[in-house]
């Protein structure tokens, strides 16, 4: 084995691609990340860097790996990591957004996001404005991430425009 390699451990997950198409497989996560304590999580890897990432799934010839472009997912639905959104450590002091979320897919998404400013600048469009383009949102079936690029509209679940 090299020194240079990195151990790796598996995640599985539902990608959602811009055609549609839903592919079953695994993410390959490091177990650190410079940037936080703890194991690196989907949504680190995602908003790591632009481009390709790979996974792993099963097709018609057996287990393979291909390199997915980050811009033509929609969302990825979490199989095995549910708590993986509050593992961020200002999760218990975010602003929790009860909202939905139409994406580009024609999908209506319906759940909580977590904004995590001051207060005064925790409100839907400032989470609109976060750098990341990978986001969370927790739904009834589960934890989402979504590609930000990929919200048609997005508003909250319970808001009376008169207020």
Known sequence: MSEFRIEKRRTQAALTLSTGAVV???FFLAGS?????G???VADLLNAENG????EFMSDNGLRTALINRAQVVEIRLLESEDEARADPGYAVATE????????????????????LP????RLSDYTRAPEAFRYI????GTLIVNSAHIVELREANHDPRN
């Open 138 to 141: 927790e739904t009834a079936e």
């Open 97 to 116: 957004r009860e909202v939905c979320m139409l994406l580009s897919i024609g999908r209506q998404v319906t759940g909580r996001v977590r904004v995590q």
């Open 119 to 122: 207060t005064g600048r925790d």
């Open 52 to 55: 390709f990432f790979p996974f």
């Open 33 to 37: 990340r410079p940037s936080h304590a």
């Open 39 to 41: 194991p690196e999580r």
């Open 24 to 26: 079953h497989g695994c």
